[in-house]
C-alpha cells in the first residue's frame, strides 16, 4: 500500500506524541509554574519584576493569570528566561492521532449505517447484526481513504 505524504507526516507527529503522552510530568501546581519556580529559587517579586523591566504589580497579574489560565504564551515565555528556564508547550492528544481518526471514522460510520439499516428495517428487509458490523468497518475504511477533512464536517464534535 502507498504511503502518502500527508500520511507519513502524521505517524512521525504521532511518534513525536507518544514521548508526551508516555512521560510522567507533573501537574502544574495552583499558583502556576511562575510563582513556584521563583520561589524555589528563591527570587523576590521584586527581582523578577526587574530582570522583566516591569513593576512588581506586573509580576503578580502575571502570576494570578498563570493560575487562572489566562496568561498568553509570550508572557510565559518572557518569564520563563527571565528565571532561566525554558518554556515546553505542546498539546497531548488522550490517544493517538490514528486511533483518533479510526475512531472518528467508525463513528461517522455507525451513524450512517444507522439510519440505513433503520430504513431497511421498516421496509423488513434487515440484516444481522454481524453484517450491519462488517458493512459498518467497510464504510470506516472507506471515510479513512478520503479526505480527512471530511471526517470533521458536519456535528461539531
Known amino acids: 500500500m502507498k504511503t502518502s505524504f500527508s500520511d507519513l507526516k502524521l505517524r512521525q507527529l504521532d ?4 514521548r508526551w503522552r508516555s512521560a510522567s510530568l507533573p501537574q502544574r501546581p495552583a499558583s502556576g509554574w511562575i510563582r513556584a519556580i521563583r520561589e524555589a529559587l528563591g527570587m523576590t ?7 522583566l523591566g516591569v513593576g512588581v504589580p506586573t509580576v503578580s497579574r502575571m502570576e494570578l493569570s498563570e ?13 520563563a ?20 481518526l479510526e475512531s472518528r471514522a467508525l463513528g461517522l460510520a455507525r451513524q450512517q449505517m444507522a439510519a ?3 430504513t431497511m428495517a ?3 428487509q434487515s440484516t444481522s447484526p454481524e453484517a450491519v458490523e462488517a458493512q459498518t ?6 471515510l479513512l481513504k478520503g479526505s ?7 456535528d461539531g464534535k
Not at 468497518?137 to 472507506?142: D, N, P, V
Open 116 to 118: 440505513v439499516s433503520h
Open 81 to 100: 528566561e527571565a528565571m532561566g528556564c525554558e518554556l515546553q508547550y505542546a498539546l497531548v492528544p488522550q490517544q493517538s492521532l490514528v486511533d483518533t
Open 45 to 51: 517579586a521584586v527581582e523578577l519584576a526587574r530582570r
Open 67 to 79: 493560575a487562572e489560565d489566562r496568561i498568553t504564551l509570550a508572557t510565559l515565555r518572557r518569564a
Open 137 to 142: 468497518r467497510a464504510l470506516a475504511e472507506t
Open 148 to 154: 480527512r477533512r471530511s471526517l470533521w464536517r458536519g
Open 122 to 124: 421498516l421496509e423488513a
Open 15 to 18: 511518534t513525536a506524541l507518544t
